[in-house]
């Protein structure tokens, strides 16, 4: 199997970055209207916008505990994501190892050069070699499709809106003016809206970009049935994980190969990955064209 490019990721990639400017200028012309002053939202918008693109790495691996390793410690799962690399024409990623129950892995980074690639001590534990190494792969694919900056820097929308939406009582407790209240609830429905609308084009985005990784994957590894096994167990152990140890990493689900759900938060109703069954079904199409039939 050979490595094509994804146009279909491409396009959706454009096209998503493309809705949620137009979301967001419309978001930032009306908190203007309403008193807001532009050049303070201008400012904190492209301040945020520089955090996540310098150090959204950084901030995911902080958030999930992961712990960069050197190759003394790791030999083998070093040999293993420096081999995949090559395969993808890519420079080695940093290597991380965060310690959780979670069995999972993810890669984040700005670009392939400023990629990380990190899996959990419990995967390294659960999965055999050929199951790790399609695992990896999916992840090496990632930083391929360059799909991480994307997804991170357009999920900066949708964080402003919540940030809003959960000070917006402060935010009225500083303004004295009690005129202003029909404003501060207009402000505060307008961020629900931008809210919701950005989150689910992230999301339909992010579910896209698993099943691109998922291709990539095969095609480096020449081997769908192993990743097959690899979620399958994955996804059989999530529901053995206590829910307080999935809660913990829930913030970085829209990273993980499978998503952590607790089952306690509304982040199941946006779902960051498509159904284990959709994607199982998509690699054994990609198995049956490996086999020729």
């Given at each position: 199997m050979k490595w094509t490019r994804d146009l279909g990721l491409t396009m959706r990639m454009l096209l998503t970055s493309f809705l949620l400017l137009i979301v967001y200028l419309i978001f930032l012309g009306i908190?203007?209207?309403?008193?807001?002053?532009?050049?303070?939202?201008?400012?904190?918008?492209?301040?945020?916008?520089?955090?996540?693109?310098f150090f959204s790495d950084k901030l995911v691996l902080w958030s999930t505990g992961t712990r960069i390793v050197g190759e003394d410690e790791y030999p083998e799962l070093h040999r293993m994501i420096e081999r995949l690399a090559a395969r993808a024409?890519?420079?080695?990623?940093?290597?991380?190892?965060?310690?959780?129950?979670?069995?999972?892995?993810?890669?984040?980074?700005?670009?392939?050069?400023?990629?990380v690639v990190a899996v959990t001590d419990s995967i390294m534990r659960m999965l055999t070699p050929e199951e790790l190494e399609a695992v990896i792969a999916h992840e090496i694919s990632h930083?391929?499709?360059?799909?991480?900056?994307?997804?991170?820097?357009?999920?900066?929308?949708?964080?402003?809106?919540?940030?809003?939406?959960?000070?917006?009582?402060?935010?009225?407790?500083?303004?004295?003016?009690?005129?202003?209240?029909?404003?501060?609830i207009l402000v505060y429905i307008v961020s629900i809206i931008v809210w919701v609308v950005s989150t689910l084009l992230t999301r339909a985005l992010s579910r896209y970009r698993e099943f691109a990784a998922d291709r990539g994957s095969a095609y480096?590894?020449?081997?769908?049935?192993?990743?097959?096994?690899?979620?399958?167990?994955?996804?059989?152990?999530?529901?053995?994980v206590p829910a307080e140890k999935k809660q913990e990493v829930e913030g970085a689900n829209a990273f993980?190969?499978?998503p952590a759900l607790s089952g306690n938060t509304l982040m199941e109703l946006f779902s960051t990955h498509p159904s284990l069954e959709k994607r199982v079904a998509a690699l054994e199409d990609l198995e049956a064209q490996r086999r020729g039939y």
């Open positions: 908190l203007a209207a309403l008193g807001f002053s532009f050049g303070f939202l201008l400012f904190a918008a492209a301040a945020m916008a520089f955090i996540q693109y024409d890519l420079p080695k990623p940093t290597v991380g190892v965060m310690p959780s129950p979670v069995p999972n892995a993810f890669a984040t980074g700005r670009s392939p050069r400023h990629a930083v391929k499709n360059r799909d991480m900056l994307t997804l991170t820097m357009a999920s900066f929308i949708s964080m402003l809106a919540f940030l809003i939406m959960r000070n917006w009582i402060f935010i009225g407790l500083f303004n004295n003016r009690d005129n202003n209240m029909g404003a501060l480096l590894t020449d081997n769908p049935r192993a990743l097959i096994s690899a979620l399958q167990k994955i996804s059989g152990r999530m529901d053995y993980f190969i499978i």
